[in-house]
């Protein structure tokens, strides 16, 4: 008895251990590692690194930057979230109505997901470029002076919304797009006999009925609010004076261009941290007022 | 004036014609069946009717209005689907008072009517259920109660019993005939399933290929079946149709050859005879073999064969035929329907004789 469980458990850890191996080395280990820096300075040739207990907490707390860069990333996660997830909807409910070319718009508005974020901000970087962009030379001709979208700290960090949220509301629809087509027809035409209008039908049978859709989306984009960084280095480069910044793009300057990997790891667990919650949190308010059938 | 009249009513998608020319009217007060086999155009018909789908080419009046353009909400009615289409996220109470709220009905008219309608239907224990947690029985009665509490005088109900087992079904059909009658709603029911039209219709429309087939009362359907086709659509078992030969002596049943079953006849036709008006006996009527017995309790329906043709005979009680046996059959002239082999239409001119 005692044997075969010992064996079957053999198999088990067998069978586990190609994933294992993985998971523990390239998510568990770096992150514990991460933890452990982040208790850690930073070590030079003439001082090694010491246990400092919670000191980089401390100067993270008078880092009037990494302030800033938090609150760039509030108001990119406010400015990216409603809007793409409600153009999707839209999208979505606009394409699985009948319509002619259906497919080809589908496909279109699919496209900038395919896009990988560099070619993106590329393209983007042509839209925005002074004076000789696409979004200057249209505006001028209704009589608009020439901007330094990107230059301006202003302007900088709405730019980089916009881009975001071109690139994310196509993937965002294939998911209510999906969620669409599972809603069986007579829901809306047993509402319209009722007298329903387009709108009641929307608040009251669909939307309540594509909740876990919407919270699948919703922490989604939470996630890509915080991960999405990629065209930071195309466009501005987090400029300018940090107004572009962002928390991902904020640890990666520390890290290999300040070298500074123990304020890095700080600022990793931080944000680590900041996620956690705001899954734990999605998961545990909206799950109650989520339907799932 | 009738509640609901269709004329010349035709479904197009392109090229292909799902109802064509279909004109017939509802009574106030009735419950009409549009019965047919799938695919032959009733559904659609109805959801013309409820306004789901456009009419291509026809007209629709309901009381006096014309509604052919009408939207569905306009046309005061209510319905019943296949499927129930509850919604999945709302409670019993929530679904039957949808459309009341929708049109703003006072709050205290609403809980009085909710009162009035669940009690009607049995529901009262259940209204804070989600649909999930009901029987498919209990499903059914919160979709007839939301078409109830609308009180509008017309229900339109497609397929509503097909979900349910057998004996349910049975039951819902019983209540939603008394319902009807009670309420004095009209109704028009789709189903393919002749026993339900006929234990609940005052009028039965047969629908095939998108046009009528017939239409009258179950027992006009029955006993008078203007074609072959209504012939054996309905009956459980259906009515026997068997081709025939005509020789000098008379017109015989194909492949028998021997007896003569019909008087002269000038074009090809074919016998029509139901199931319970065949008797089996040991020397009179036309020779012929029975194959197997289909016991079903009260009755036993035994298939024989006369030549090459088959014929199911219904006899009481249990008959067992474990091997083919040799047998005779016969039947009076009364109950002889003759169709044209050609068109399939009834011909009462030909003369049925005994055998």
């Known amino acids: 008895m005692n044997r075969r469980l010992s064996k079957s458990h053999i198999y088990g850890w067998l069978l586990l251990m190609p994933a294992a191996i993985f998971l523990i080395a390239f998510t568990y280990y770096p992150t514990v590692a991460t933890l452990a820096k982040s208790f850690f300075s930073q070590g030079t040739a003439i001082k090694p690194s010491e246990f400092v207990g919670l000191e980089n907490f401390e100067s993270l707390l008078e880092d009037d930057i990494f302030w800033k860069i938090a609150w760039n990333n509030v108001v990119y996660a406010v400015g990216t979230i409603p809007i793409s997830i409600a153009l999707a909807i839209l999208m979505a409910v606009w394409v699985n109505g009948r319509l002619p070319l259906k497919s080809i718009v589908r496909m279109s508005y699919f496209t900038p997901t395919i896009l990988p974020m560099i070619a993106v901000a590329n393209i983007w970087l042509f839209f925005y470029t002074p004076d000789i962009g696409l979004i200057d030379q249209v505006s001028r001709n209704f009589g608009f002076a020439s901007h330094n979208w990107l230059g301006d700290p202003d302007t900088v960090l709405g730019c980089i919304i916009a881009i975001t949220i071109w690139k994310e509301a196509g993937f965002f629809m294939i998911f209510y797009l999906a969620a669409l087509q599972t809603l069986p027809p007579e829901l809306e035409e047993a509402a319209y006999l009722e007298g329903a209008s387009r709108w009641y039908y929307f608040r009251r049978v669909m939307f309540p009925l594509l909740m876990p859709t919407t919270l699948f989306v919703l922490i989604n984009a939470v996630i890509n609010s915080f991960k999405l960084v990629d065209q930071l280095f195309i466009l501005t480069k987090g400029g300018p004076d940090n107004a572009s910044s962002l928390l991902l793009y904020y640890i990666y300057e520390v890290a290999f261009s300040f070298l500074d990997q123990a304020y890095a790891s700080t600022l990793t667990v931080v944000l680590l941290a900041v996620l956690a919650l705001i899954a734990i949190g999605q998961f545990v308010f909206l799950d109650k007022r989520v339907h799932y059938r | ?355």
Not at chain 2, 272 to 280: A, D, M, W
Not at chain 2, 312 to 337: C, E, F, M, Y
């Open chain 2, 1 to 355: 004036m009738s509640a609901i009249e269709l004329s010349g009513i035709t479904k197009r998608w392109g090229g292909l014609v799902a109802v064509d020319n279909i004109s017939f009217r509802v009574e106030e007060g009735t419950f009409t069946v549009l019965l047919g086999p799938s695919g032959c155009g009733k559904s659609t018909t109805l959801r013309m009717i409820a306004g789901l789908e456009e009419i291509s080419e026809g007209k629709l009046k309901i009381g006096d209005a014309d509604m052919t353009h009408a939207a569905p909400s306009e046309r005061k009615l209510s319905m019943v689907f296949q499927s129930y289409a509850l919604f999945p996220h709302l409670n019993v109470e929530e679904n039957i008072l949808f459309g009341l709220k929708i049109r703003k009905i006072p709050p205290e008219e609403q809980s009085a009517r909710l009162l009035k309608v669940t009690d009607l239907v049995g529901l009262s224990s259940l209204l804070n259920r989600k649909p999930s947690q009901l029987s498919g029985g209990q499903r059914q009665r919160v979709a007839l109660a939301r078409a109830i509490i609308a009180e509008n005088s017309i229900c339109l109900m497609d397929e509503p019993l097909s979900n349910l087992d057998a004996k349910l079904r049975h039951d819902m059909r019983i209540e939603i005939r008394a319902l009807q009658q009670r309420l004095k709603m009209t109704v028009i029911y789709v189903t393919h399933d002749q026993a339900e039209a006929m234990s609940m219709a005052d009028k039965i429309i047969l629908i095939r290929d998108g046009k009528i087939a017939q239409e009258g009362t179950p027992d006009a359907l029955y006993d008078r079946p203007a074609t072959a086709f209504s012939a054996s659509f309905i009956g459980t078992p259906p009515m026997n149709i068997l081709n025939t030969v005509i020789s000098d002596n008379g017109v015989m049943i194909e492949s028998e050859n021997h007896t003569p079953v019909l008087a002269k006849s000038a074009s090809p036709v074919m016998l029509g005879i139901r199931p319970e008006h065949v008797k089996i006996s040991d020397s009179q009527g036309i020779p012929a073999e029975l194959v197997s017995g289909d016991y079903l309790g009260a009755e036993t329906v035994i298939t024989a064969r006369i030549g090459s043709q088959e014929i199911l005979v219904r006899a009481a009680g249990r008959v067992r035929v474990t091997k083919p046996v040799a047998a005779h059959l016969s039947w009076s002239d009364q109950n002889i329907h003759v169709f044209d082999s050609k068109s399939g239409k009834r011909n009462d001119s030909v003369q049925g004789l005994a055998v």
